[in-house]
């Protein structure tokens, strides 16, 4: 995948809409040009339905930004996103890997379905 088909489908996950301005997709993008990033892309039918990332530190692979395009969802990309990219990790000499998902998600199932568990919860606090 490109740079721009991921940042496109990452941020149609996240934010659920087709639209987005070229500041919105260059600030996802970021994330693929990252020097210890890979990122991932899932495609159905030749459109790209879903994408993550997956940076590696040592023997610590960090999977992230697991997004689905809407009309996509419910049909395993996730899983599959995520059995690929410890495969990856696991050919790239990780033997641990890490992710953090939003409590009580479809992601939090996802990720324990594949042997993931919860370590910690974590507050987000505002003051207005």
């Not at 260059?26 to 030749?46: H, L, N, Q, R």
């Not at 050919?91 to 996802?110: E, F, I, K, M, R």
Request: proline share 3%.
């Amino acid at each position: 995948a490109d740079r721009v088909q991921w940042a496109l489908t990452i941020a149609q996950g996240f934010f659920e809409r087709t639209e987005f301005t070229t500041e919105e997709l260059d600030m996802t993008a970021v994330i693929f040009s990252m020097p210890a990033a890979t990122p991932f892309i899932a495609m159905v039918d030749g459109e790209a339905a879903a994408a993550s990332v997956m940076t590696r530190q040592n023997h610590l692979a960090m999977l992230a930004g697991d997004a689905t395009v809407p009309r996509y969802r419910r049909r395993g990309l996730q899983a599959a996103m995520i059995q690929a990219r410890l495969a990856y990790a696991a050919t790239h000499g990780c033997d641990l890997a890490v992710a953090a998902v939003w409590p009580g998600s479809a992601s939090q199932t996802n990720y324990e379905r594949l042997g993931f568990r919860l370590v910690y919860t974590k507050a987000l606090m505002i003051l207005e």
